[in-house]
C-alpha cells in the first residue's frame, strides 16, 4: 500500500487539507495567545496583527499558575514513576517465568480498566476525605498510577516478550542474579520500550480530567482543572486563556509526536501493533 | 582448598536447579502489581454496593439507615436517569460512527505517499493530545461562541446569521469536539494496522484489475476489521463517561439536554451528596460497561496467544 506510487493530484491537496483542518483549533489558540485581549474577539478575525507577549507575563505573573503545572509536573511524573516501580518486576515475571496463570492474571488486569471511573465516584471520594487525600497531590498520583497500571504492565510485558531469551540465558550462566539480570540486560536492552511507556503514562496522567476535576480544588489542582476555571466568566480572557492553554498542552503535544508508533501498542493494549 | 578447585565442573547441574525455583520469587514480583489493583477494584466496588442499599446523604450523615432497593426504585423511576442513560447512547454511538468513518478514510488517505506526509499526519493526529478541558474550551469559545466565535464570524460574514451552538444544538456541539478529540485516535490505531497489510496482495488485487473502491472493500476493510472492533470497544469504555467536556461547556444544559449518565452520577453525589442514590447510579454504569468489556476482552485475549 505505501508502494502505491500514486500520481493522483489531489491526494496530497486532500491529505494537507484534512490535516490543516483538524490541527486549526490547535493553531487558532495559539495565534490567539499572542493578540491582545482587544485583537483576540476582533471582528472580523485577525490572522495577520502585531504579536505581543503580555498574556504570557500576565499569566506567569499570576503566580497560581505554576502551582498548577507544577502540581501536573510532579502528579504525572510521581504516578508514572510508582506505576513503573509496580510493572517492571511483574511484567518481568510474566514474560520470563510464565505460569498456567499468567494469561489470566494479564487479562484481568487489563479488565480492571473497564471499571467507568464514574462507578466509583462516590466510594474514591468519601476515602479521599476519610484518608485526608483529598485534595492532595498524594491522593491523585495514587489514583493515577492505579488507572495507568494495567496499561504500563502491558506494554512493558510486550517489549520484554521481544527481547531474546538467549542472551538473558547466556548471562544466567555467567551466575547473575535476578536483579543482577533485570537491571544489566535487560533494562538496557528494553530501554527504548520503557521510555514509549513511560511517555504513554505521563500523557495519560496530564490529561486526565475527571478524577482531577472531582477529587482537586485548589492545593492539588493540576492544569486540567486550572483551564477549566475559564469556563465560567464572561468577558476579555480568550487571549489568556489561549496562553495558559498553549503552555499547558506543548509539552505533552510534543511527547505524542515523538512517541506516537509506540504509543499505539499501549493504546490497544498491544491487539493492533 | 582443592575441593573447591574440583567444585565448579559440578556446580551447574545445582545451579539449573536452583533456577527452576525461581517460579515462586516470580510471583513474588507479581504480587505487588496484583494486590494493588485488586484493592482498586473491590474496595471502592464493594463500597459502592454498600452504600447503594443505604439511604445517607453527605449533608445530614446522621440520618443514615438501611433501606434496601429503595435507591433503586427510586433512580429507576427518575425520568432524569434514562434521558441521561439516552444521552449516554446517542453520544457513544455517534461519536463512534464519525470518528471510526472518518478514521478510516483518514487512515487510507494518509497511507498513501505524498510529499510532506509525515508533517501531515503529526498535525492530524495532535487533537487527541490535547487535554480536554483545553479542546472543550477552545471550541466553546473561540470557534462556536455565537458572538466572537469564528464559525459565527463566518456564516454572519456570508450573510446567513450565526448559530448559538451550545443553546439551539448543545449536544451536537458535544458530540462535534468529542469526535475532534478522538477521531485523531482511530486514525492513528488504522493507520498502524493499515500498515502491516501486505503489499503483495494489495499489487496482485490490482494486478487482477480492482478498482480502488474494490481495494478498499475486498482487501482494506476485511485487514482492518480487528483493529476497528478494538477502536471501538475502547473508545466505548471512554465515550460511556465523557466528563469534562460537558463540564467546562454546558454543565449538562439546558436542562438536561447533554447531561450524560455520568455528569448525572456526579450531580447525585457532588452537588445533591446523595451518595445513595450516586452509588445505585454508578453501579448501572458499571453494568453498561461490563456488557461492552465482555466483547474487548475475548477480542484481546484471541489477540494474546498469537
Given at each position: 500500500?505505501?508502494?502505491?506510487?500514486?500520481?493522483?493530484?489531489?491526494?496530497?491537496?486532500?491529505?494537507?487539507?484534512?490535516?490543516?483542518?483538524?490541527?486549526?483549533?490547535?493553531?487558532?489558540?495559539?495565534?490567539?495567545?499572542?493578540?491582545?485581549?482587544?485583537?483576540?474577539?476582533?471582528?472580523?478575525?485577525?490572522?495577520?496583527?502585531?504579536?505581543?507577549?503580555?498574556?504570557?507575563?500576565a499569566?506567569?505573573?499570576?503566580?497560581?499558575?505554576?502551582?498548577?503545572?507544577?502540581?501536573?509536573?510532579?502528579?504525572?511524573?510521581?504516578?508514572?514513576?510508582?506505576?513503573?516501580?509496580?510493572?517492571?518486576?511483574?511484567?518481568?515475571?510474566?514474560?520470563?517465568?510464565?505460569?498456567?496463570?499468567?494469561?489470566g492474571?494479564?487479562?484481568?488486569?487489563?479488565?480492571?480498566?473497564?471499571?467507568?471511573?464514574?462507578?466509583?465516584?462516590?466510594?474514591?471520594?468519601?476515602?479521599?476525605?476519610?484518608?485526608?487525600?483529598?485534595?492532595?497531590?498524594?491522593?491523585?498520583?495514587?489514583?493515577?498510577?492505579?488507572?495507568?497500571?494495567?496499561?504500563?504492565?502491558?506494554?512493558?510485558?510486550?517489549?520484554?516478550?521481544?527481547?531474546?531469551?538467549?542472551?538473558?540465558?547466556?548471562?544466567?550462566?555467567?551466575?547473575?542474579?535476578?536483579?543482577?539480570?533485570?537491571?544489566?540486560?535487560?533494562?538496557?536492552?528494553?530501554?527504548?520500550g520503557?521510555?514509549?511507556?513511560?511517555?504513554?503514562?505521563?500523557?495519560?496522567?496530564?490529561?486526565?480530567?475527571?478524577?482531577?476535576?472531582?477529587?482537586?480544588?485548589?492545593?492539588?489542582?493540576?492544569?486540567?482543572?486550572?483551564?477549566?476555571?475559564?469556563?465560567?466568566?464572561?468577558?476579555?480572557?480568550w487571549?489568556?486563556?489561549?496562553?495558559?492553554?498553549?503552555?499547558a498542552i506543548?509539552?505533552?503535544?510534543?511527547?505524542?509526536?515523538?512517541?506516537?508508533?509506540?504509543?499505539?501498542?499501549?493504546?490497544?493494549?498491544?491487539?493492533?501493533? | 582448598?582443592?575441593?573447591?578447585?574440583?567444585t565448579?565442573?559440578?556446580?551447574?547441574?545445582?545451579?539449573?536447579?536452583?533456577?527452576?525455583?525461581?517460579?515462586?520469587?516470580?510471583?513474588?514480583?507479581?504480587?505487588?502489581?496484583?494486590?494493588?489493583?485488586?484493592?482498586?477494584?473491590?474496595?471502592?466496588?464493594?463500597?459502592?454496593?454498600?452504600?447503594?442499599?443505604?439511604r445517607?446523604?453527605?449533608?445530614?450523615?446522621?440520618?443514615?439507615?438501611?433501606?434496601?432497593?429503595?435507591?433503586?426504585?427510586?433512580?429507576?423511576?427518575?425520568?432524569?436517569?434514562?434521558?441521561?442513560?439516552?444521552?449516554?447512547?446517542?453520544?457513544?454511538?455517534?461519536?463512534?460512527?464519525?470518528?471510526?468513518?472518518?478514521g478510516?478514510?483518514?487512515?487510507?488517505?494518509?497511507?498513501?505517499?505524498?510529499?510532506?506526509?509525515?508533517?501531515?499526519?503529526?498535525?492530524a493526529?495532535?487533537?487527541?493530545?490535547?487535554?480536554?478541558?483545553?479542546?472543550?474550551?477552545?471550541?466553546?469559545?473561540?470557534?462556536?461562541?455565537?458572538?466572537?466565535?469564528?464559525?459565527?464570524?463566518?456564516?454572519?460574514?456570508?450573510?446567513?446569521?450565526?448559530?448559538?451552538?451550545?443553546?439551539?444544538?448543545?449536544?451536537?456541539?458535544?458530540?462535534?469536539?468529542?469526535?475532534?478529540?478522538?477521531?485523531?485516535?482511530?486514525?492513528?490505531?488504522?493507520?498502524?494496522?493499515?500498515?502491516?497489510l501486505d503489499?503483495?496482495?494489495?499489487?496482485?488485487?490490482r494486478?487482477?484489475?480492482?478498482?480502488?473502491?474494490?481495494?478498499?472493500?475486498?482487501?482494506v476493510?476485511?485487514?482492518l476489521?480487528?483493529?476497528?472492533?478494538?477502536?471501538?470497544?475502547?473508545?466505548?469504555?471512554?465515550?460511556?463517561?465523557?466528563?469534562?467536556?460537558?463540564?467546562?461547556?454546558?454543565?449538562?444544559?439546558?436542562?438536561?439536554?447533554?447531561t450524560?449518565?455520568?455528569?448525572?452520577?456526579?450531580?447525585?453525589?457532588?452537588?445533591?451528596?446523595?451518595?445513595?442514590g450516586?452509588?445505585?447510579?454508578?453501579?448501572?454504569?458499571?453494568?453498561?460497561?461490563?456488557?461492552?468489556?465482555?466483547?474487548?476482552?475475548?477480542?484481546?485475549?484471541?489477540?494474546?496467544d498469537?
Open positions: 500500500m505505501a508502494s502505491n506510487t500514486s500520481t493522483r493530484w489531489w491526494i496530497p491537496l486532500l491529505g494537507w487539507l484534512v490535516a490543516c483542518l483538524l490541527f486549526f483549533p490547535i493553531f487558532w489558540m495559539f495565534i490567539t495567545s499572542f493578540k491582545t485581549e482587544v485583537a483576540a474577539v476582533a471582528t472580523p478575525p485577525q490572522l495577520f496583527f502585531q504579536p505581543t507577549l503580555e498574556n504570557y507575563v499569566i506567569q505573573e499570576r503566580a497560581s499558575y505554576f502551582t498548577f503545572a507544577w502540581n501536573s509536573v510532579v502528579i504525572s511524573l510521581g504516578a508514572t514513576i510508582l506505576a513503573l516501580l509496580l510493572a517492571i518486576p511483574a511484567a518481568y515475571a510474566m514474560s520470563f517465568f510464565p505460569t498456567k496463570g499468567t494469561k492474571t494479564l487479562l484481568w488486569m487489563l479488565s480492571t480498566k473497564m471499571l467507568p471511573a464514574v462507578g466509583v465516584l462516590v466510594p474514591i471520594y468519601i476515602l479521599a476525605r476519610e484518608t485526608g487525600l483529598l485534595d492532595t497531590r498524594i491522593g491523585l498520583i495514587i489514583i493515577y498510577t492505579l488507572i495507568n497500571l494495567p496499561i504500563v504492565v502491558w506494554m512493558i510485558y510486550s517489549f520484554f516478550k521481544e527481547v531474546p531469551k538467549e542472551i538473558l540465558e547466556a548471562d544466567r550462566m555467567d551466575g547473575a542474579s535476578t536483579f543482577q539480570e533485570l537491571r544489566h540486560v535487560l533494562l538496557p536492552l528494553a530501554l527504548p520503557i521510555a514509549s511507556t513511560a511517555l504513554l503514562s505521563i500523557i495519560l496522567s496530564w490529561n486526565e480530567a475527571f478524577w482531577s476535576l472531582n477529587l482537586t480544588t485548589f492545593d492539588a489542582a493540576p492544569l486540567t482543572a486550572f483551564i477549566a476555571s475559564f469556563s465560567s466568566p464572561q468577558g476579555l480572557f487571549a489568556k486563556l489561549s496562553a495558559a492553554s498553549t503552555m506543548a509539552p505533552i503535544l510534543i511527547f505524542g509526536w515523538v512517541s506516537q508508533r509506540q504509543l499505539v501498542r499501549g493504546l490497544t493494549f498491544g491487539a493492533v501493533k | 582448598m582443592t575441593s573447591s578447585i574440583a565448579p565442573s559440578h556446580s551447574p547441574p545445582p545451579k539449573t536447579r536452583a533456577r527452576s525455583h525461581r517460579s515462586v520469587p516470580a510471583r513474588l514480583l507479581v504480587a505487588p502489581s496484583v494486590i494493588a489493583l485488586v484493592l482498586w477494584m473491590v474496595v471502592p466496588l464493594a463500597m459502592a454496593i454498600w452504600f447503594a442499599f443505604q445517607y446523604n453527605l449533608l445530614i450523615p446522621d440520618n443514615r439507615e438501611f433501606v434496601g432497593f429503595a435507591n433503586f426504585a427510586y433512580i429507576l423511576t427518575d425520568p432524569a436517569l434514562w434521558i441521561s442513560i439516552g444521552i449516554t447512547l446517542v453520544l457513544v454511538v455517534s461519536v463512534l460512527a464519525i470518528t471510526i468513518g472518518l478510516t478514510l483518514c487512515a487510507v488517505l494518509f497511507n498513501q505517499d505524498f510529499a510532506g506526509r509525515g508533517i501531515a499526519r503529526v498535525l493526529i495532535s487533537p487527541f493530545f490535547v487535554m480536554p478541558t483545553v479542546s472543550a474550551l477552545i471550541w466553546k469559545n473561540m470557534l462556536m461562541h455565537p458572538v466572537n466565535g469564528l464559525f459565527a464570524q463566518i456564516t454572519r460574514g456570508l450573510g446567513l446569521g450565526a448559530i448559538d451552538w451550545f443553546a439551539d444544538f448543545p449536544l451536537l456541539a458535544i458530540i462535534i469536539i468529542v469526535s475532534w478529540e478522538w477521531m485523531p485516535f482511530a486514525l492513528l490505531i488504522l493507520l498502524t494496522a493499515i500498515q502491516s503489499a503483495d496482495q494489495m499489487e496482485a488485487a494486478m487482477d484489475g480492482a478498482s480502488a473502491t474494490q481495494l478498499f472493500r475486498f482487501v476493510l476485511p485487514h476489521s480487528r483493529a476497528i472492533a478494538v477502536v471501538a470497544m475502547i473508545e466505548t469504555i471512554f465515550f460511556l463517561t465523557i466528563f469534562a467536556e460537558i463540564f467546562v461547556t454546558t454543565g449538562g444544559g439546558p436542562g438536561l439536554a447533554t450524560n449518565l455520568a455528569y448525572y452520577i456526579y450531580l447525585k453525589a457532588l452537588l445533591e451528596f446523595d451518595v445513595g450516586a452509588s445505585a447510579g454508578g453501579l448501572i454504569a458499571v453494568v453498561l460497561a461490563n456488557i461492552v468489556a465482555i466483547f474487548l476482552m475475548r477480542s484481546v485475549a484471541r489477540n494474546l498469537t
